[in-house]
């Protein structure tokens, strides 16, 4: 199957990526928060993906349509409100921490 074949090697970058940036924290990875785009992700992106693998990395909402859809291309069977939120739930849940952020005053 095509999808096999280009998922298997994308899905060992990810992991290899992923793992990298895990023993250099030495931080174990957190258990992504549960919802209907976590459901959708274990249900589809299963096939290829370990839940781990697919919630390791962190992108923008820009990205993760990107590569959501990358995924569709690829066999991934979602229908556009799926797709909708599982990129809803991606880009709420496993965004990069907000750069330039000045965080509120302490109250005193």
Not at 5 to 17: E, Q, R, S, W
Not at 35 to 43: A, F, H, R, S, V
Not at 84 to 98: F, H, Q, R
Request: with cysteine; proline share 10%; net charge negative.
């Amino acid at each position: 199957m095509a999808l096999r074949n280009v998922a298997f090697p994308l899905a060992l970058l990810v992991v290899g990526i992923s793992g990298g940036a895990a023993l250099a924290t030495g931080a174990a990875p957190k258990a992504p928060p549960p919802g209907p785009g976590l459901d959708l992700i274990t249900e589809r992106c299963g096939f290829c993906h370990t839940i781990a693998q697919a919630t390791a990395v962190t992108k923008t909402r820009a990205n993760w349509e990107i590569t959501v859809q990358s995924m569709i291309d690829r066999g991934a069977e979602l229908t556009p409100e799926e797709q909708k939120i599982m990129v809803d739930y991606l880009a709420t849940n496993m965004a990069p921490p907000e750069t330039g952020a000045v965080p509120a005053a302490a109250p005193h």
